[in-house]
């Protein structure tokens, strides 16, 4: 197999790390300024200035839905091609917005792409490729293990020519934004069926539907995550038309599978992206700085440190690549295996390397002075996203022990 990148991939790369180098790196502090703006002003959920000013420099540098593999709505790029410029965006926690290549958007454009009817495509997707719009995907809740999604209480009824919807969710990231309009929610319209894998369904809710009542943020390491958000959300007999469903009644494990597959590798080539920063800020910090009559460089634990880093970082990409490969090759569902290991690998190794950076940064490593704290809560909550490792785990020993059990 071949990793070596693309014509496309190489062009848009290297205008990718301009645009980087001359928007994203010189404005993070601005982006924490305004975000402190915008709180102090009681809007602490509404779009960034710097955002929304970068995104039309972006759409018009042709860096603009690289994440999509339709030709005629994005780049055209395979899961191997894109895998490199989601690395370069996840550098920076919020420059994918830029893009318009942020999570949970992504997985939701992805769903609607592949899944809606033209009406909702029409509705829905046009202003979400367009960036007008965000969205949020609303599946977690808070009275069962959600981890196993059969567990899902969220009920989806039937009356006329509408559903009622009834049921609680958390952590649902997005939920908060003022721009979020739009959630793709998971519930059960068939509880009863013995086949736990066709109960559920996944519908569209329009955020200002009657009965949608965010309850309150959720906050993560003791802090909440403007613009965003990761609210608790109270759905409460909403209302909304039968033309809302996606693909059909108990068709959402489906439709999960198909979304998940593509976002969880998009999540492990940022993830690598930040770990690559992190090795970054550790090394330079360390040459910087001289502790016992000796730079921290020259230290022999910090040198295995910055050794073993780059190993885990090299072995996380190559993995991600082979991930995307067998996607673009094989399928998602022959690469379900390849894709858990990523899920599993990534964040646990972004997670020790930002670490080592923090702890060669001391006490400052904790503050905002840096970005290490912020990617070392992001790259956490990974662990949980798309699937804790418990279960990606488990699915990599079924995997594994198929062949052994057969008999």
Same mark, same amino acid.
């Given at each position: ?76 790029? %395979? ?15 919020? %420059? ?37 719009? /965000? ?32 049921? /609680? ?89 198909? /979304? ?148």
């Amino acid at each position: 197999m071949d990793f070596s990148y693309s014509p496309r991939t190489q062009e848009l790369r290297e205008q990718l790390l301009a645009f980087m180098d001359e928007h994203i790196y010189p404005n993070e502090e601005r982006y924490r300024r305004e975000l402190e703006e915008n709180a102090k002003n009681g809007r602490a959920y509404a779009p960034v200035p710097v955002v929304e000013e970068l995104k039309p420099k972006a759409r018009a540098a042709g860096l603009w839905n690289l994440f999509l593999p339709d030709a005629e709505h994005g780049a055209g790029l %395979s899961n191997l091609e894109y895998a490199p410029l989601a690395e370069i965006m996840g550098r920076v926690s919020w %420059s994918s917005e830029v893009f318009n290549c942020a999570a949970p958007d992504t997985g939701n454009m992805e769903t609607l792409h592949l899944y809606g009817t033209e009406e909702q495509k029409e509705r829905w997707l046009k202003p979400l490729l367009e960036g007008e719009i /965000r969205s949020a995907f609303a599946m977690t809740e808070p009275a069962v293990a959600s981890s196993d999604a059969t567990n899902i209480e969220t009920s989806i009824v039937r009356d006329g020519d509408e559903y009622v919807i009834n049921g /609680r969710k958390w952590f649902i990231t997005g939920g908060c934004g003022e721009r979020t309009k739009i959630f793709i929610l998971m519930g059960k319209t068939d509880p009863d069926n013995p086949n736990r894998h066709r109960q559920q369904s996944m519908i569209l809710v329009p955020k200002d539907t009657p009965g949608v009542t965010i309850v309150r943020d959720m906050p993560v390491f003791g802090s909440h995550h403007p613009p965003k958000g990761h609210p608790e959300i109270l759905f409460e007999n909403v209302r909304v038309p039968v033309s809302n469903i996606l693909l059909g009644e108990g068709r959402g494990f489906e439709i999960a599978q198909g /979304r998940l597959g593509p976002g969880r590798i998009h999540h492990c080539m940022r993830t690598i992206g930040q770990a690559e920063r992190a090795l970054e800020y550790m090394c330079k910090r360390l040459v910087s700085r001289t502790a016992f009559h000796k730079k921290l460089s020259d230290q022999g634990v910090w040198r295995e440190r910055i050794a073993e880093s780059r190993i885990l970082i090299d072995q996380a990409r190559f993995l991600v690549l082979n991930a995307a490969y067998m996607m673009d090759t094989v399928g998602n569902k022959v690469a379900a295996k390849q894709i858990a290991m990523i899920k599993v690998a990534a964040p646990n190794m972004a997670l020790k390397v930002i670490d080592w950076a923090i702890q060669a940064h001391g006490a400052g490593g904790l503050t905002e002075d840096f970005p290490l704290a912020d990617m070392y809560a992001g790259v956490r909550t990974l662990r949980f996203a798309d699937g804790p490792d418990e279960v990606h785990r488990n699915a990599i020993a079924k995997a594994e022990l198929k062949a052994y059990l057969q008999d």
